[in-house]
């Protein structure tokens, strides 16, 4: 008998709330552990791993102050009396063979008779430390029944003893097991369940049904019950993520708009003209399917990915000068007021003064006085700025156009789903959609993060670039070394070039212990260490003797507007020598005098954060000098992303390199799309081939069925699995 038509089976479906099958007071304390609400996404809890009666926990490898859940055996159990206070201490020990930990529990004498030496057991609690000794304070635990008898003949105590257990993500106030006995009672209940995968490609990929799948992934009898549960839920998952981001191609394609043709003789044509320098062929072939999108009647939705300094932003400006001769507008959408206010001098410095009049590029930023931003505003609004970049500012309810024809949106991962939404509401017709990114995409990425957008990729570097030197500053076996990175990067600027010094905080504190903070934080600090702050290098380089009399200045967000666009502005004048920074400078900025970069506590930055950073240097006929500054230990995975970085100027290989130390990216996280990740058990570094495939099939159901009438499950599923953000990510575009 199958658990599907067991008694009691079929008062659930996968949309049933929690609160209804339940109860009010489990359902209210998973939903607010998780942000579960329905039988479908408690289901979708998957266990992170499975256990076994007969294996134990190794102790000796469990960290300090971390919730953990392990196997294993009492040893020991005694009670004391308290010296100071009335009362009882009840210790009791536990083993994996070797290691010993404690388990404490104050006032709680009846637990002697349920932990007995020899009893083994799930426990979980926080790992402490008292008097050098490893303990659990007051843990949970769940112990093995020790009256099932385990005879060779009876089968059915032979399964127990040798059934997974499984481990699933938990929390202080719902533990393991809890989760486990809550999940039974789903699965009890759980009616039939409507299979997403088109019976012929299940059959194919020899997968399970989905119902049968989620009884091995949770309640398995051997171990390879959970492998092909978790095989089949995988492919699962991809293929409802690729159903939904076709769907939403198709959807954006049924759109019409205006199409943008350069005129002869027009802008496009004068501006080729008088380019000082030949675009690179990568540049022209991304710049034709550009050309292509523009001049259908369909939005465009493209994706240019291309390495740091490979000249993005002229393709960009040629795509918004083709809409320009047309009679339309482009709004160009940049992440800070400093790379927004880049933008515009260097767009018009591309220009130039004839051309920049016919265009008249404006800027719109949250810090513009009264006055300018009243020009600015008329400006658009009258259509005579044909260019118009800004930051957020963009997207408020004052800002409209003329004819806005063409969106670029800068660093993407940046913006949120609304703020791109609004800004596409802007246009009389959907606006063709530009997206640039700096930071290499692998194709699996892309797929699975942009499957909705055209990706076009940029990989040649313009000729006359000098080049970037990489070198690891080992802080933690060669401390020395620190003063002699100051000195070098005087020496640079004693040979009239410029320097950057990017710090991952502002001032100097020590982190809340609540966690470890986005790397890209500006007042990010971590295990409760400093962090190296732009204040403190600051009073450092000022007490520095090779630094007296040069010129140093910070930049970093909580300076104001105006004071960030002077001091970006003196740099790049060449009026100022050192930059001490946060990531305020990441991607952008761009002063071909400038030739090192010196990156404080390197570690506590991403691969790509690095990569971008490097990519300031170098821009120039000088050659660049990367000093990636590090206190993190010999083997650490952080010392290793350092190394990966130092080790090769591909953006490519850099990003492919990321997927693998991270392991589980949060692909549709927070860096992507505003909310929170909604994979689960798959995994771009690993599973490029099922996505592959599972968007192979999904294409060829939505091309036999575009409005998947005759897929109803599949297009249920596309409804329930996509939480609220990232079902706004992928309407949205």
Known sequence: MTAADAPGAGRFSLDT???????????????????????????????????LRGELTALASLPLDENVTIVAEVLEVRVREMRQRRGSILEAKISDGTGILTLTFFNQKWRENELRPGRRGIFAGKVGDYRGNRQLAHPDYELFDDDVPLSAGDAAAKRWAEAPIPIYPATGALASWQLAKSIALLLDGLGPVDDPVPERARAARSLLTQRAALEQVHRPEVEADWKAARRTLRFIEAFVLQTALLERRAELRAHTTTARH??????????????????????????????????????????????VGSGKTVVALRAMLAVADSGGQSALLAPTEVL????????????????????????????????????????????????????????????????????????????????????????????????????????????????????????????????????????????????????????????????????????????????????????GVENGAHAASVASVLAELAGHPRFAGKRVAPLHGRMGSDEKDAAMRAFAAGELDVLVATTVIE???????????????????????????????????????????????????????????????????????????????????????????????????????????????????????????????????????????????????
């Open 17 to 51: 709330r929690l609160a209804g099958a339940l109860g009010g007071r489990t359902a209210q304390a998973i939903e607010r552990a998780f942000g579960h609400r329905t039988v479908g996404e408690l289901l979708a809890h998957y266990p992170r791993r499975y256990a």
């Open 262 to 307: 350069p005129s002869d003789g027009g802008l496009l044509e004068r501006f080729e003209a008088s380019l000082p320098f030949d675009l690179t062929d990568d540049q022209r072939a991304v710049g034709a399917e550009i050309s292509d999108d523009l001049e259908h009647p369909v939005p465009m939705n493209r994706l240019v990915q291309g390495e």
């Open 340 to 523: 927004a206010a880049q933008h515009l001098r260097s767009i018009a410095r591309m220009l130039g003064p004839e051309l920049s009049t016919a265009v008249m590029p404006t800027l719109i930023t949250g810090q513009l006085s009264a006055a300018e931003r009243r020009k600015a505003l008329l400006r658009a609004a009258a259509g005579q700025a044909r260019i118009v970049v800004g930051t957020h500012a963009l997207i408020g309810d004052a800002v409209s156009f003329a004819d806005l024809g063409l969106v670029v949106v800068d660093e993407q991962h940046r913006f949120g789903v609304e703020q791109r939404e609004a800004l596409r509401l802007k246009g009389q017709h959907p606006p063709h959609v530009l997206v640039l990114t700096a930071t290499p995409i692998p194709r699996t990425v892309a797929m699975t993060v942009f499957g909705d957008l055209d990706v076009s990729t940029i990989r040649e570097l313009p000729a006359g670039r000098a080049g970037i030197t990489s070198q690891v500053v080992p802080l933690a076996i060669r401390p020395a070394w620190r003063p002699r990175v100051w000195e070098r990067l005087a020496e640079e600027i004693e040979q009239g070039r410029q320097g950057f010094v990017v710090c991952p905080a502002i001032e100097p504190r020590v982190a809340e212990d609540d966690g470890e903070p986005p790397a890209d934080a500006e007042d």
């Open 587 to 733: 991607v952008g900025v761009d002063v071909p005098n400038a030739s090192v970069m010196v990156v404080v506590d390197a570690d506590r930055f991403g691969v790509s954060q690095l990569h971008q950073l490097r990519g300031r240097v170098g821009r120039g006929s000088v050659p660049g000098l990367c000093l990636l500054m590090t206190a993190a230990e010999p083997g650490s995975v952080a010392l290793q992303r350092v190394e990966a970085v130092a080790a090769t100027l591909d953006g490519f290989e850099l990003a492919r390199v990321d997927l693998e130390l991270r392991q589980e990216g949060d692909v549709l996280g927070a860096t992507q799309s505003g909310g929170r990740s909604s994979l689960k058990l798959l995994r771009v570094a690993r599973d490029g081939d099922v996505i592959a495939d599972a968007r192979e099939v999904a294409a060829e159901v939505l091309v036999a069925d575009p409005g998947l009438e005759r897929h109803p499950a599949l297009a249920a599923e596309v409804r329930r699995r996509l939480d609220a953000e990232t079902s706004g990510f992928l309407s949205k575009g």
